[in-house]
């Protein structure tokens, strides 16, 4: 990949995406992405809040600026769904909800948010948030969504899980890059729900 790798690490913030949107908009290269440690007003799809508690997840979102055609870049909720539920996989059984749920036993681990910045031509960036509960107990939780802390009773250091959420990303994101949609396709049928 001809792009070099930054992350920003915060420990607080309203929002990653919304940082990294500004960051975007002044133009911050691919790949770029913000990690906090916790947010005070994390955003899921179609304006749902995501429960940010400090230092029990992931939060993070990746500054992206692929040349890929429009219908392509709307595959990439689930692509980045794909590198999450790989890397959980180990640990839990993962499965996928289109088009951005990363679930276990029915209940939501992970989910995507994906804002495209276009232009007339095309995509000018598009910014990939990913959320994932990790340490939650219940009481950080709404009813309907799991950590890997609640479905393994084990705790786990979020900067390792980070690092391989990372190699997972941007390995699928290279693919799609290249347009070897179809090798991603296949992959995505092993955790559709």
Same mark, same amino acid.
């Given at each position: 990949?001809?792009?070099?790798?930054?992350?920003?690490? &915060?420990?607080?913030?309203?929002?990653?995406?919304?940082? #990294?949107?500004?960051?975007?908009?002044?133009?911050?290269?691919?790949?770029?992405?913000?990690?906090?440690? #916790?947010?005070?007003?994390?955003?899921?799809?179609?304006?749902?809040?995501?429960?940010? =508690?400090?230092?029990?997840?992931?939060?993070?979102?990746?500054?992206?600026? @692929? /040349?890929? @055609?429009?219908?392509?870049?709307?595959?990439? =909720?689930?692509? %980045?769904?794909?590198?999450?539920?790989?890397? &959980?996989?180990?640990?839990?059984?993962?499965?996928?909800?289109? =088009?951005?749920?990363?679930?276990?036993?029915?209940?939501?681990?992970?989910?995507? $948010?994906?804002?495209?910045?276009?232009?007339?031509?095309?995509?000018?960036?598009?910014?990939?948030?990913?959320?994932?509960?990790?340490?939650?107990?219940?009481?950080?939780?709404?009813? /309907? #969504?799991?950590? $890997?802390?609640?479905?393994?009773?084990?705790?786990?250091?979020?900067?390792?899980?980070?690092?391989?959420?990372?190699?997972?990303?941007?390995?699928?994101?290279?693919? %799609?890059?290249?347009?070897?949609?179809?090798?991603?396709?296949?992959?995505?049928?092993?955790?559709?729900?």
């Amino acid at each position: 990949m001809s792009t070099s790798l930054k992350i920003i690490q &915060l420990d607080s913030v309203e929002s990653t995406n919304s940082y #990294a949107w500004d960051l975007a908009q002044k133009g911050e290269g691919e790949i770029t992405i913000v990690k906090a440690n #916790a947010q005070t007003q994390g955003r899921g799809r179609m304006g749902r809040s995501w429960d940010s =508690p400090k230092g029990v997840g992931i939060y993070a979102s990746f500054i992206l600026r @692929p /040349s890929n @055609p429009l219908k392509e870049i709307q595959r990439l =909720p689930v692509i %980045f769904a794909l590198g999450v539920a790989k890397t &959980l996989r180990s640990l839990v059984n993962t499965r996928i909800k289109e =088009p951005n749920d990363v679930m276990v036993n029915g209940r939501k681990i992970s989910g995507i $948010l994906v804002e495209t910045k276009g232009n007339k031509t095309g995509v000018d960036f598009v910014v990939v948030g990913v959320g994932i509960n990790i340490n939650n107990e219940q009481k950080d939780l709404i009813t /309907s #969504a799991t950590s $890997l802390y609640l479905e393994t009773k084990k705790k786990y250091n979020i900067d390792a899980l980070f690092k391989e959420i990372i190699t997972q990303e941007l390995t699928l994101y290279e693919q %799609f890059r290249q347009g070897r949609l179809g090798l991603i396709q296949k992959e995505l049928r092993i955790y559709k729900k």
